[in-house]
């Protein structure tokens, strides 16, 4: 059974950094597109970064040099790397693998609907 699971979340104040785990299990996940997607209370889920079978990667405009996405394959896990925080970046974090290799293009890291199975999220939030 292919299984994501993230962690890593917390509550951090502005300005500091976390990094999430995706851990997978039932399939080896650098034979798949890894993204990772945020929604914040009241907003629709949002692609943040994803890392091709590749390595190819891709950021949203809001956190380009500040979030790192890399794999390990030894520990068939994915990361988030993410620092200098800001209380926009407060959501729900979760990690998504596209089985089907629907997504071809950078372009199309971030369509929800090209990724067929989803961790059930981590809570990141940033206050003072």
């Known amino acids: 059974q292919l299984r994501l699971v993230e962690s890593g979340g917390g509550l951090v104040q502005p300005g500091g950094s976390l990094r999430l785990s995706c851990a997978a299990s039932?399939?080896?996940?650098?034979?798949?597109?890894i993204g990772w997607f945020r929604q914040a209370p009241g907003k629709e889920r949002e692609g943040v970064s994803c890392?091709?079978?590749?390595?190819?990667?891709n950021y949203a405009d809001s956190v380009k040099g500040r979030f790192t996405i890399s794999r390990d394959n030894a520990k068939n896990t994915v990361y988030l790397q993410m620092n200098s925080l800001k209380p926009e970046d407060t959501g729900v974090y979760y990690c998504?693998?596209?089985?089907?290799?629907?997504?071809?293009?950078?372009?199309?890291?971030?369509?929800?609907?090209?990724?067929?199975?989803w961790g059930r999220g981590t809570q990141v939030t940033v206050s003072s």
């Open positions: 890392i091709s079978s590749s390595d190819s990667t």
């Open positions: 998504a693998a596209d089985s089907r290799s629907m997504v071809t293009t950078v372009q199309a890291m971030f369509v929800i609907a090209y990724y067929d199975y």
């Open positions: 039932g399939f080896t996940l650098d034979y798949y597109t």
